[in-house]
């Protein structure tokens, strides 16, 4: 069992940035696949971006490359998202996940661990 905690989320003028944490405890978290999933209201869940265990690969939704970085930091049991140059359609509540498997996966279904969430505001 893995319990993970958002922390980072605000509000924020378009063009800004902020930094998301996700804070892991309970089993080793060297062996999980993380990844990072937002919600907007009236709207499904989706992928935003993942990274593997030994931080060699990384996935990003198209709507973010180039504009947010997934990092990880085993030994501190945590996991970030820098969001740079962010858009109102960033908007979100922002969820940090987890999968017991080595193999990278874009879909919600595929991961076992979720946190509650941390609202990301973006303003025109």
């Known amino acids: 069992q893995v319990q993970v905690l958002e922390s980072g989320g605000g509000l924020v003028q378009a063009g800004g940035s902020l930094r998301l944490s996700c804070a892991a405890s309970g089993r080793r978290f060297g062996a999980f696949v993380m990844g990072w999933f937002r919600q907007a209201p009236g709207k499904e869940r989706e992928f935003v971006a993942a990274?593997?265990?030994?931080?060699?690969?990384?996935l990003y939704t198209d709507s973010v490359k180039g504009r947010f970085t997934i990092s990880r930091d085993n030994a501190k049991n945590a996991m970030y998202l820098q969001m740079n140059s962010l858009k109102p359609e960033d908007t979100a509540v922002y969820y940090c996940?987890?999968?017991?498997?080595?193999?990278?996966?874009?879909?919600?279904?595929?991961?076992?661990?979720w946190g509650q969430g941390t609202q990301v505001t973006v303003s025109s």
């Open positions: 990274i593997s265990l030994d931080f060699g690969r990384t």
């Open positions: 996940a987890g999968r017991a498997t080595a193999v990278v996966r874009t879909t919600k279904d595929d991961y076992e661990y």
